[in-house]
């Protein structure tokens, strides 16, 4: 009946539509791949692979990935990268780059780049956002990059070490599982300065330096460098300089310092210099870090475990063997910073064996803000100073990289390698009484995206806050929780998922705000009472990781009045070792 045919008629015509649709997609998910060797690359042969890199990158579409396969590879001139590209070579053990002296083998001017999997021998990235172009949505994973040092560009300068980055502006960085070896100048990474930075997992090998860093009166955010190991450096691990909100520095190990018999060689050789100061700078730590070095060819040894800012918490790290713990500079050079507008450094609950000097002390025009205290070779740590090294491949299960003197770490990656192992790795770090951060980590190669989720109730049960809906990228790696309520504690876990649905769920992270929990009062009634900022927050994957309370003393009433009382002690009794400044 023609009733009955007239409805069917649109279903007909568009099943009719379908099939092209399909054909497309897949047409495309086929191009996502553009290898070397379809544009002139051969391997082996000796001759610059430039030319048919650069051809292939030209060939290549947002999103795209361009394929080093096995081999032995050539790059004689710097190759400029498309926004959104992807290099990736098949293996740190079976693609090797030999990168002409002189040169980086990459430049990046945009966004949206990774380079992952290769072997490079000289230097790898150039990046240039000088002034207010900036780059950002940079990965660097699993590569094995060395003799970075060579040819005046990658020397000792600005742009010098693997990865060099001039007076340019670095948002949404992550560098995990990567090991850098064999380059007596420069400095690994200089990266200058910039927000959401991911250093991890790392290895730093029988270099000059490892991380360095100059805000250059900007101030950043959100930087964490976890679990990296340094053995064989000259000269300082990490070097960091400015202004941050949001630094973490946790879970690092050096050890094995090349220094010579001469005091003034070894002027500059610290383990960590990390003097992040001033007005702005707030919420940093430095905690659960090794600095193993009784050398001491020249009879002082390495000159400094840490040296520190104002607002900054130096606590739980095991120190044996140094010429002085910790110095930190308390203010600004410009004079801006009073006691009323920087917050306290807490150096406290550290371990320490064998400090030839002490402690060490605090300069600077606020220095009477730097408490230390509970500091010697008794004190109790939260974790267990045997658990290994960390470094590439996650975890604290390496027991020796070589370094210091020859050799290096080899291990083979991970079938899906992540830093800290097959799952993401969650931390979380409390802001304030209404808000926590969540961070994460992310190699994997197939996920469809990250789903995060919330437990009031320890664990029993969950609620998804946040999802990132694609490929995880840095800037979709953290999450700010919002609109919490004071003084209490919640629980947090990622889950990884790929597009049939599977996946896997993180460790569980927990933090608490600060502040006490709301009271109600009844109506008609008054009063005062007191409270005390503080948080703790934790993360557990096979160890515990705590945070000390940030900020202590101080009171404020109810009823609009306020009132202050802090104490400051630099010669704490808890303290076993003296705290004798650095001349």
Known sequence: MPAESTPHAPAVRIQRRRPPTFEFLETRQLL????????????????????????????????????????????????????NISIVGAGQKTTNIQVADGIHAFRMTGQG??????????????????????VKNLNILRNYVEQFDHGSQIGTGGGGGAIGAPGSRVDNVTIADNTFINARRGMAMYMWTGDNWLIADNAFLDTNGGIKSNNAGATAHNIRILRNYWSGTSRMGAELQGQVDGFWFQDNFY????????????????????IYHGVTTRNAHINRNTVLAPQRPDGTGVRLAF????????????INGIGTVTSVFMGDSSGGATTSNIGYTYVQNNKVVDAKHGIGSAYGPIRQKAIYRNNGPDTVLSWDINRGRPGPGG???????????????????????????????????????????????????DEAGFRLERS?????????????????????????????????????????????????????????????PPTTRPPGTSGSGTSTGSGTGTATNGSTRAFNPFRTGGSSTTSGSSSSSNVVNENDSTNTFSNTRIV
């Open 456 to 516: 009031m109730d320890g664990g029993k049960t969950w609620k998804q806050i946040y999802d990132t809906h694609g490929p995880g990228t840095p800037t979709n790696l953290h999450y700010t929780d919002k609109g919490l309520i004071s003084g209490t504690q919640f629980w947090y876990r990622v889950f990884m998922y790929k597009k049939d649905g599977s996946g896997v769920h993180s460790n569980i992270a927990t933090g608490k705000t600060k502040g006490q």
């Open 113 to 134: 780049n990774t380079l992952s999997d290769m072997h490079v021998i000289g230097g790898l990235l150039f990046i240039d956002g000088v002034g207010s172009r900036g």
């Open 255 to 274: 050890e094995n310092p090349v220094m010579s018999s001469n005091f003034q060689d070894n002027i500059s050789t610290f383990a960590f210099s990390l």
């Open 307 to 318: 040296e520190g800012g104002n607002d900054l918490d130096i606590s739980d790290n095991y």
């Open 395 to 445: 975890g604290f299960d390496h027991a020796s990289y070589g370094g210091g003197g020859g050799g290096g770490f080899d291990a083979d990656p991970d079938p899906d390698p992540t830093p800290g192992g097959s799952i993401p790795i969650v931390s979380a770090f409390v802001m304030d009484a209404t808000r926590i951060t969540v961070a994460w980590t992310d190699t994997f190669s």
């Open 32 to 83: 996502s791949t553009v290898n070397v060797t379809s544009f002139g690359a051969v391997s082996g042969d000796g001759r610059d692979d430039s030319g048919a890199i650069i051809a292939a990158m030209r060939q290549a579409s947002p999103g795209d990935t361009i394929s080093i396969p096995a081999g032995d590879w050539n790059i004689n001139r710097r190759i400029d990268l498309k926004n």
